[in-house]
């Protein structure tokens, strides 16, 4: 039998679906499984855009142009100017979904064999869109002492070696739901200006901020015009992750044309999709407000829950919807399984994301999980409770080190 590649055997499994046959055997079993592994919210999907699907009257599903749908494009840019961003259609390619706006901007940016810097814990997959890419990834370590803050630039400057082409961030962060501040993010500019980089930022939960620091786009940043790669997604926002719609916006037009080659030979984005899409900028505002309001509810009972748990360390994000905690196991992997292969209470368990598949770093994150805060806060209470008792029954408990300052927002 032909091996396979050897990219494909150094490919890495997604932590956040790695364990989806676990959780069906437990599923086959009987059991009600909570999902907390995946940012897959159940809240309600726009009736308005659904209702455009429904209404759609298409005799022939024909390609839409590669860098997307023209009367979509036109309307964006009104949708970013509610944040304070100034672009035009010519600034924006639509993609299938942010994954592929994230692969296309490493390719573009990167040749195989240079580096993107990212802050560590990461969103998992970026690994897998840079070995695809041949791009080394390169980690600079952040820490639950003080909610995984941004690393200092002086931090960055020292990580910069000389195959480094680019930083990549995500705002507010995923994994951690951490909110970087304009302040940082403008030291940071002075960095990307010196060193001639490309800063590559992921804001795809820009709509959830539920501090008192606002929402600061690295679209507006004076002077790096031709530096900024931003990343973007309806999935979150809209409840609609099954959509496949993102995009790539970037007021660098020679970078852009070389993207649109890519996009080209994928031929082109989901045209129900942007159908969709293009229904979603007619949302009403209040949408917005309820659902982040919603967030911000289940952002306090997990925090609450998370808190009162002994030895379990976690914080209050600003941001996004997920928290990343450290429990009280010998490891999070085995943990994790064990909840689906050996755990019920009241017949029920939960399933959590694995911390080591967010680093890069061996040996990174064996005590530490992702929680998406995606259900409702009664079942999210339920997911708690069996947290709460299968962390008491779990074979392998084990002491951990609280960090020397710890984070919380008041």
């Not at 001639?196 to 539920?210: M, Q, S, T």
């Not at 993102?246 to 080209?264: C, D, F, M, P, Q």
Request: overall charge negative; proline content about 7%.
């Amino acid at each position: 039998m032909p091996e396979v590649s050897q990219r494909s055997a150094r490919a890495h499994s997604s932590p956040i679906r790695k364990l989806a046959p676990f959780a069906d055997q437990a599923k086959q079993a009987g059991k009600q499984v909570w999902h907390l592994n995946i940012g897959q919210p159940d809240i309600r999907t726009p009736e308005n855009a659904l209702q455009a699907l429904r209404d759609a009257r298409i005799d022939v599903l024909a390609y839409s142009p590669s860098g997307g749908v023209p009367s979509y494009r036109q309307k964006l840019p009104h949708y970013y100017q509610k944040f304070g961003i100034q672009v035009s259609p010519d600034d924006i390619l639509v993609t299938t979904g942010a994954s592929e706006a994230v692969l296309f901007a490493l390719l573009a940016c990167l040749d195989a064999g240079e580096t993107v810097l990212t802050p560590e814990p990461f969103y998992a997959n970026y690994l897998g869109f840079a070995g695809m890419a041949g791009v080394a990834v390169k980690p600079l370590p952040t820490s639950i002492a003080d909610g995984f803050a941004l690393p200092t630039v002086a931090d960055f400057r020292q990580a910069l070696s000389p195959d480094v082409r680019a930083i990549l961030l995500c705002n507010p962060n995923n994994p951690t739901g951490t909110l970087y501040p304009e302040a940082m993010l403008r030291a940071l500019a002075e960095v990307v200006l010196e060193r001639n980089l490309f800063l590559l930022v992921d804001e795809v939960y820009r709509e959830f901020c539920y501090g008192d620091t606002p929402f600061f786009s690295a679209l507006q940043l004076p002077g790096l015009e031709e530096h900024v790669v931003v990343l973007d997604s309806v999935s979150k926002r809209f409840s609609a992750c099954g959509a496949r719609v993102g995009a790539i916006v970037s007021r660098n037009h020679t970078l852009l044309t070389a993207i649109r080659k890519y996009a080209e030979t994928r031929l082109s984005p989901p045209t129900y999709g942007q159908i969709f899409a293009e229904a979603t900028l007619d949302t009403p505002e209040q949408y917005f407000q309820t659902v982040k309001a919603e967030y911000q509810r289940r952002r306090d009972l997990l925090f609450s829950r998370l808190s009162a748990m002994p030895e379990v360390i976690c914080y209050r994000p600003d941001g996004a919807f997920y928290v990343f905690a450290q429990l009280p196991v010998d490891d999070a992997d085995r943990f994790c399984q064990w909840l689906l292969e050996a755990f019920s209470h009241n017949n029920q368990t939960l399933m959590l994301a694995p911390g080591s598949g967010f680093y890069a770093t061996p040996g990174q994150g064996r005590q530490e999980v992702r929680l998406a805060y995606v259900l409702n806060c009664d079942d999210l209470s339920k997911a708690m409770d069996c947290l709460a008792v299968a962390l008491q029954q779990y074979p392998g408990r084990s002491s951990v080190v609280a960090p020397a300052a710890l984070y919380s927002m008041s």
